[in-house]
């Protein structure tokens, strides 16, 4: 008998000291199933329905003060008894033998008075507000510039969601620096019209989110950090007039620091090409560029995935909504075998069951197409 070579997305990868066995990783996906912002019991089935032997699994959006808050339910990381409540959720990811990172990340101005503490303006780069999205009817509050002053009170944050979220006993965390949050709202000219030393030139709209990483890595270790970058993403009015420079900085930022685990980036929105969605990819001189393992996200299915990982436009790739559907992927790219559909309506539903832990896998009697 001829042993089956093993797809390209399911070899083996080595990522820092981590021993990876295979490169499908699970996307951070905010549920807003963490009622009281304090992680539930629900969250270990959930996590643990996606996590394989040697895998990477990505923590949702977790928030690292109560001012970082924006959406309903969200996981946060700032007290002692959301601590707690991870730990036997990141115990269970361990049992299965997976490794756990926690994104954290502050919502800035993607978010509402009703969120913040005392019913304040929530907090940003600048005072220019979101506009109202007409799809959805969302509309995000009237933020407030930080004070130059109160941004390394900022940095402690970020700075204590790290140590609490090892505490915790995550592997690693995942800097949130994409998709138009706090970090982004520094990064991108759209949304930085500030004239202290954290706004104006590209060196000093990265200060915010050197001085975060600089503060992390002081506090965990390069060999626990990684970032997720999106600069050609344009989510929440956040867009820069130059990304790829933007992207470049911020790769030469990340090389300063020896060992620094990974850069996860976002690809630039599908372009629609003779009727198909097609990936941009988008991302090759940041692969070039970045030292460390490189995570490549937006889109990915497995002809794709497969694709990137042989030409070595990625080390490991990151599914979103596939994974969020399937909580077997890796198994089901393996066996070649259907994908359940994601249902876009239970995303950001509360219910802890419905649209979380209940889709099925492949060797389950109720398994539909
Ligand atoms: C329900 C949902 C929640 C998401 N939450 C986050 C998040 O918390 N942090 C983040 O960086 N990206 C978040 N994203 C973006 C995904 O991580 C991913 O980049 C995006 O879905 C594109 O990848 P995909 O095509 O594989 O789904 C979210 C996406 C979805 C659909």
Sequence with gaps: MVAMEPIPLLTPHRMGRFDLSHRVVLAPLTRCRSYGNVPQPHAAVYYSQRATRGSLLISEGTIVSDTGLGFPELPGIWTQQQVEAWKPIVDAVHRKGALFFCQIGHMGRVSTNDFQPDGQAPISSTDKQIAPDA??????????????????????????????????????????????????????????????????????????????????????????????????????????????????????????????????????????????????????????????????????????????????????VAYGRLFLANPDLPKRFELDAPLNKYDRSTFYTQDPIIGYTDYPFLDDDSNVE
């Excluded at 995550?170 to 949050?181: K, M």
């Excluded at 709209?205 to 950090?225: L, M, P, S, T």
């Excluded at 060992?259 to 991302?283: K, N, S, T, W």
Aim: glycine letters at 10%; aromatic letters at 10%; charged letters at 25%.
């Design 135 to 316: 799809e959805t009817g969302m509309v995000y509050s009237k933020p407030r510039q930080l004070r130059t002053d109160e941004i390394p009170a900022i940095v402690d944050d970020f700075r204590r969601a790290a140590r609490n979220a090892i505490k915790a006993g995550f592997d690693g965390v995942e800097i949130h620096g994409a998709h138009g949050l706090l970090l982004e709202q520094f990064m991108k000219d759209s949304s930085n019209d500030r004239t202290d030393k954290y706004g104006g030139s590209l060196e000093n709209r990265c200060r915010f989110v050197v001085e975060v990483i600089d503060a992390i890595v002081g506090e965990v270790g390069a060999d626990h950090v990684g970032i997720r970058l999106s600069p050609f993403v344009d989510y929440m009015d956040c867009y820069d007039s130059n990304p790829q420079v933007l992207g470049e900085y911020m790769v030469q930022q990340l090389n300063n620091y020896e060992g620094l685990l990974y850069c996860h980036m976002v690809e630039p929105r599908m372009a629609i090409v003779d009727g198909r969605r097609q990936i941009p990819h988008g991302l090759l001189p940041f692969r070039k560029a970045f030292n460390g393992t490189f995570i490549a996200a937006g889109g990915y299915e497995r002809e794709e995935g497969n694709r990137v990982v042989s030409d070595g436009y990625a080390d490991l």
